[in-house]
């Protein structure tokens, strides 16, 4: 029988509830949602996903209050970036409250904070009274599922629901900011730019880089990321048709991601040519998607023709960087 919207979300209050894992839709991806107060539900999260134990999760809260819950020693800067973004595709990173379990954290001092906007996870976050620790609903350094079929694709039986809120509106995950000293730091980039975040603080927000004086701890980031189950290839046009031309010559089958048309004459050396959206928030919701619809032609490599450098774009830059790391 369907669930109405309210029925489904009884269901999944009454299965966090008793330990359960739940997906939940949020505005970036899905979660893989479980009660942060219960180590052992907590740690069915690692378990489902193949997850390592030192790599930490975000706590999703219903409103920014409930901060205080989680975190201690919290600077003007969180509550005024919680204040401006939240609901929203923001993360905070703080010092974490004595009552948070290591086993959230990752082992860490330090816990990640976010008030989702999606319409049914607030409604359940409201009605649960307590904090949602949640990864996104894919498998250990695969692509992040933006829809309900994605997670039902990448985790099958090994949860106990999934609330369906339709696709995702942004479609990357939350931009990551480290609070834990005088200088705010970015340590995952997205849809809410460093521009945004100075703009609010009125000082300048970095990005984290392999020189900032002392790196910061950010283990999912480290490895191959967001990766098709097929190397993906990331290059600019020219290098783009150059490559094109050498794998047609091998025989190779390709699935294309690209800006413009690409030429006829290797069209029979193409699973599929999928044209992106040219502006970037298009572009970020329907990347996933269609880095999924590729691997699942028969092509045995992925080609994707790299965005512009231009500021709105880094954040899926990046995501196509860490998604191209295992063939460069
Ligand atoms: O948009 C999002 O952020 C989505 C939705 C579901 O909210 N969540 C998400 O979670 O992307 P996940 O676990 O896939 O990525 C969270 C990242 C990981 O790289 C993790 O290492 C980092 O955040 N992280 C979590 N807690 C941290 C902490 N205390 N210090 C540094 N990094 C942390
Ligand atoms: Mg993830």
Not at 41 to 57: D, E, H, S, T
Not at 104 to 123: C, D, K, S, Y
Not at 174 to 203: F, M, N, W
């Amino acid at each position: 029988m369907i669930k109405t919207a309210s029925q489904s979300i009884e269901h999944a209050l009454a299965l966090l509830r008793q330990g359960g894992l739940v997906a939940i839709p949020t505005e970036t991806v899905y979660g893989l949602a479980a009660d942060a107060s219960n180590p052992e539900a907590v740690q069915k999260i690692y378990l489902a996903k193949g997850r390592p134990a030192n790599n930490p999760l975000i706590i999703h809260l219903p409103h920014q209050d409930a901060m205080q819950d989680w975190a201690i020693e919290i600077p003007r800067e969180a509550w005024q970036l919680a204040k401006h973004f939240w609901p929203g595709p923001l993360t905070l990173i703080l010092p974490k409250h004595p009552s948070v379990s290591m086993n959230v954290t990752g082992g860490q001092e330090t816990v990640a904070l976010r008030v989702p906007n999606h319409p049914l996870t607030l409604e359940l976050l409201h009605r649960f009274e307590g904090g949602l620790a949640a990864p996104s609903a894919n498998r250990y350094g695969r692509i992040s599922p933006t829809t309900a079929e994605h997670v039902k694709e990448e985790l099958g039986d090994r949860l106990d629901f999934i609330l369906d809120g339709g696709p995702c509106l942004i479609g990357i995950e939350s931009t990551i900011v480290y609070l834990c000293d005088s200088q705010p730091i970015i340590l995952r980039q997205g849809h809410i730019s460093s521009e945004a975040l100075s703009s609010v603080l009125e000082k300048p927000v970095l990005m984290q880089t392999p020189t900032t004086e002392q790196t910061i701890l950010v283990p999912g980031s480290s490895a191959s990321h967001y990766a098709p189950t097929k190397p993906l290839y990331l290059f600019e046009k020219e290098k783009l048709l150059e490559t094109a031309q050498h794998f047609a010559k091998e025989n190779r089958l390709m699935g294309v991601l690209c800006f413009g048309k690409m030429p006829q004459e290797f069209q029979a050396h193409f699973s599929k040519v999928i044209i992106a959206s040219d502006e970037p928030l298009g572009y970020a919701q329907t990347l996933y998607t269609h880095l999924r619809t590729l691997d699942n032609t028969p092509a045995d490599c992925l080609l994707v023709e790299a965005p512009p450098s231009s500021e709105p774009w880094l954040a899926i830059r990046d995501r196509l960087q860490r998604a191209s790391l295992k063939v460069t």
